[in-house]
Antibody, heavy 120, light 110 residues
Framework: QLQLQESGPGLVKPSETLSLTCTVS??????????WGWIRQPPGKGLEWVAS???????YYNPSLKSRVTISVDTSKNQFSLRLSSVTAADTAVYYC????????????WGQGSLVTVSS | QSALAQPPSASGSPGQSVTISCTGT?????????VSWYQQHPGKAPKLMIY???KRPSGVPDRFSGSKSGNTASLTVSGLQAEDEADYYC??????????FGSGTKVTVL
């Protein structure tokens, strides 16, 4: 059974960089049939797609966050990561990692989510 | 790009049906078949309920159905049950490996 697990600091100071890692188990991140992505949800608010990546390293970003976001993949560790720079309180959210089958437009497996709070 | 528009809330009694709308544009919902719906219980991760407008993943009850007309997609939950009380989000592929989500609808079972 595929499992995704987010990890990273739960507290980040304003203007610093948020870093999260998603560890994939029960399947290979190099499976050519899938993309991997990050979706976030501010407390009490809706979902927002942040970024997606293919195992080859091809990356895709939400235009509203593109200047601050980097997504990367480490195939040796079966992980992919998110970095969001110059964070503000508006970046406080639960960050989910998820899998998207190639050629389709939905996310079928999600991690449990990781709350990141931006505060001094 | 703004979030897809959903009503903030919807409700129904057990056994009744509730329909949630999701309105976008020709650049998202109206422009492709990749409309999906997610159910989210408090403190939990979203769960895929409908994909490609009307398809159900294995394990999702057939009480859940989806449709689309023009730039508006809909999710109908028939035979409401207590466990259906949750937040529901629509989503659309917008091309170039990018996605947009709806604002979310809280479904209450009266």
């Amino acid at each position: 059974q595929l499992q995704l697990q987010e990890s990273g600091p739960g507290l980040v100071k304003p203007s610093e960089t948020l870093s999260l890692t998603c560890t994939v188990s029960g399947g290979s991140i190099t499976n050519s049939n899938y993309y991997w992505g990050w979706i976030r949800q501010p407390p009490g608010k809706g979902l927002e797609w942040v970024a997606s990546i293919y195992y080859s390293g091809s990356a895709y970003y939400n235009p509203s966050l593109k200047s601050r976001v980097t997504i990367s993949v480490d195939t040796s560790k079966n992980q992919f990561s998110l970095r969001l720079s110059s964070v503000t309180a508006a970046d406080t959210a639960v960050y989910y990692c998820a899998r998207r089958p190639d050629t389709v437009g939905h996310f079928d497996y999600w991690g449990q989510g990781s709350l990141v709070t931006v505060s001094s | 790009q703004s979030a897809l528009a959903q009503p903030p809330s919807a409700s129904g009694s057990p056994g009744q049906s509730v329909t949630i709308s999701c309105t976008g544009t020709s650049s998202d919902i109206g422009g492709n078949k990749y409309v999906s719906w997610y159910q989210q219980h408090p403190g939990k991760a979203p769960k895929l309920m409908i994909y490609e407008v009307s398809k159900r993943p294995s394990g999702v009850p057939d009480r859940f159905s989806g449709s689309k007309s023009g730039n508006t997609a809909s999710l109908t939950v028939s035979g409401l049950q207590a466990e259906d009380e949750a937040d529901y989000y629509c989503s659309s592929y917008v091309g170039s490996n990018k996605f947009i989500f709806g604002s979310g609808t809280k479904v209450t079972v009266l």
